[in-house]
């Protein structure tokens, strides 16, 4: 049974759906959990005036465990893709000379930052707006979440710029290191106009989006490699 999920999890078409549906199940069942919460909370729901982790809370939506499961599925889902890119890509970065070993020290780093975010959210979905403890368990892995999915991108995008393997285009490599100094930028410099939550809904949706391009674009890559008998997994 190991060996069989080993292979699996080696398998860049089968990891490629898990990606796929990891990132599916989120975006649409956020979007799912905004226009119940909208149209049947208590309180109503409003992107300018409530945080994500208020789909967890029944005060504002009448289904605030399915945001959690959201929440739990799709990052196990994304989880061990991030595991494979970094050992089936990142590690594929074989030049010896500085810039590749700076490329992989700052990839890896980036790919175990973003497993970081990952399981945050998924905690964040056990300890939910309603179920948090006197720890606060669900404010810490919230920021954890955010900031881990902020400093990968950017690390990721930093050490792709240093690699010597062409894997992403270079717009995505540039919006991918520029997404954390923008963000502290609109965050210290929000317009009175703009609220936080607001803010942090922009922030998060293009943080989250370039995960799109970048999973389809480097298992693109690879599979036709794989076809092409460059590499044998």
């Known amino acids: 049974m190991l060996n069989n999920l080993r292979e699996y999890l080696n398998d860049p078409k089968y990891i490629k759906r898990l990606a796929l549906s990891g990132l599916l199940i989120f975006s649409g069942g956020v979007l799912f959990c905004i226009i119940i919460a909208a149209i049947f909370g208590k309180e109503g729901y409003d992107l300018t005036k409530n945080f994500m982790s208020d789909l967890g809370s029944i005060q504002y939506s009448p289904i605030p465990i399915f945001f959690d499961f959201v929440l739990i599925i799709s990052q196990a889902c994304l989880i ?110 929000r317009p009175s106009s703009l609220s936080l939550q607001a803010l942090k809904w922009l922030l998060f949706i293009g943080i989250y989006f370039w995960a799109i391009p970048y999973i389809l674009q480097v298992f693109n890559k690879q599979i036709n490699k794989q076809k092409k008998g460059f590499y044998c997994l």
């Open 80 to 189: 061990p893709v991030f595991f494979y890119l970094k050992k089936k890509i990142i590690d594929a970065e074989h030049s010896k000379s500085k810039k590749g070993s700076i490329a992989r020290f700052l990839a890896n780093l980036g790919s175990y930052i973003l497993i970081l975010g990952s399981t945050a959210l998924i905690i964040d979905g056990i300890f939910s707006f309603d179920r948090t403890t006197l720890l606060n368990i669900h404010f810490y892995s919230t920021i954890i979440a955010f900031v881990g999915w902020l400093i990968g991108a950017f690390l990721i995008g930093l050490g792709l710029f240093f690699s010597t393997e062409s894997y992403l285009p270079k717009s995505l490599r540039i919006y991918m290191f520029v997404s954390l100094p923008f963000s502290i930028t609109c965050l210290f410099l």
